[in-house]
């Protein structure tokens, strides 16, 4: 009869460490943060720790329960713990990847196309001319959007495993970026780079968002009567 009330006393003390020490999350990474918890908490605690309380047992008797040896015990220990390191990177990991992926829409000419895309740090790629931002678009995520004979620039880039090429940009009217329904950049003639090769190893992605927007205001679209101060003049 106590074991609902265990696990709720559980949930809440565990609820209540996340909300202290990261703060407000969506559910789901809420669930990751609760298990990468559980997991420190029992490789810390120590499997004796666990099996202690099993039919009032010491820890002389829990160590009666296995025929492990000191050194047999001390490897699946470390073995867990490069589970939980391995498991606890594989999801910090996650969640910066999640971090950096932000929902596109071009604007060009009457029409519009939404896109994945990725904010690379790595991406440094300018224009020639102007020194401008230029972000990188696949040529298939494109569809419509171009026509074949709008204006291109050919921006040179260095890449690894290229020494040196050059990528057609076309400057586009306008490009909202947007992170989980939230408008958060929203820039005016973005120059945009199109790629032949894939961006993304798995299509998880079809755009490279250059490194420099970050540095950008978040527009609030609440406010109209303010000055829009996302809007980057490029």
Wanted: aromatic letters at 10%; one cysteine or more.
């Amino acid at each position: 009869p106590l074991l609902p009330w265990k696990l709720l006393e559980l949930m809440l003390l565990s609820w209540l460490m996340l909300r202290i020490a990261f703060g407000a999350c969506s559910r789901a990474e809420w669930f990751r943060r609760l298990l990468s918890l559980w997991m420190a908490a029992t490789l810390t605690g120590g499997i004796c720790s666990l099996l202690e309380p099993v039919a009032g047992r010491t820890s002389g008797a829990v160590w009666e329960l296995t025929s492990w040896s000191l050194l047999q015990f001390g490897k699946g220990l470390g073995v867990a713990g490069g589970v939980l390191f391995g498991g606890a990177r594989f999801l910090r990991q996650g969640e910066v990847f999640r971090n950096n992926l932000y929902e596109v829409t071009l604007y060009y000419r009457g029409r519009t196309k939404t896109v994945l895309a990725l904010r690379d740090t790595g991406n440094q790629l300018y224009e020639p001319y102007g020194h401008q931002p230029v972000h990188v678009l696949e040529k298939r995520a494109c569809g419509e959007l171009l026509e074949e004979d709008c204006q291109v620039l050919y921006v040179p880039f260095t890449s690894v495993g290229n020494s040196h090429g050059i990528l057609p940009a076309v400057r586009l009217d306008r490009m909202e970026v947007r992170q989980k329904g939230k408008l958060v950049w929203e820039l005016e003639r973005p120059w945009v780079a199109l790629s032949g090769e894939a961006l993304s190893p798995h299509n998880r992605y079809g755009m490279l968002l250059h490194g420099e927007i970050s540095q950008g205001k978040i527009f609030c679209p609440r406010h109209h009567n303010m000055e829009r101060p996302g809007r980057m003049e490029k």
